[in-house]
Nanobody
Framework: QVQLAESGGGLVQAGGSLRLSCAAS????????MGWYRQAPGKQRAFVAY???????VYAESLKGRFAISRDNAKKTVYLQMLSLKPEDTAVYYC?????????WGQGTQVTVSS
């Protein structure tokens, strides 16, 4: 059973920064890709970024330059560094991983950006 555990969310003022972490645990042969999605109140879940096992990164166009994704393969952990946060970044952030060609989701971590 694979589990994803997110951490690092919280309340921050506009202009501030946060770093989210997501650690994968359990039985896994190959983590193909890890990434982040977010869901703002009243909106659908939206793609944020992902990083492949080889280090290739893909971002939502609107977040390029402010968000940076990275991973530690040995720790099976992915990070999301968020800079210059805006109130519209307020959302529940979900970790997503493609492991052994199956999709897994974390329970989400709340990020609230106050104006």
């Amino acid at each position: 059973q694979v589990q994803l555990a997110e951490s690092g969310g919280g309340l921050v003022q506009a202009g501030g920064s946060l770093r989210l972490s997501c650690a994968a645990s359990g039985s896994m042969l190959n983590i193909n890709r890890m990434g982040w999605y977010r869901q703002a109140p009243g909106k659908q879940r939206a793609f944020v970024a992902y990083i492949t096992s080889g280090g290739t990164t893909v971002y939502a166009e609107s977040l390029k330059g402010r968000f940076a994704i990275s991973r530690d393969n040995a720790k099976k952990t992915v990070y999301l560094q968020m800079l210059s946060l805006k109130p519209e970044d307020t959302a529940v952030y979900y970790c997503n991983a493609l492991i052994n060609l199956r999709d897994y989701w974390g329970q989400g971590t709340q990020v609230t950006v106050s104006s």
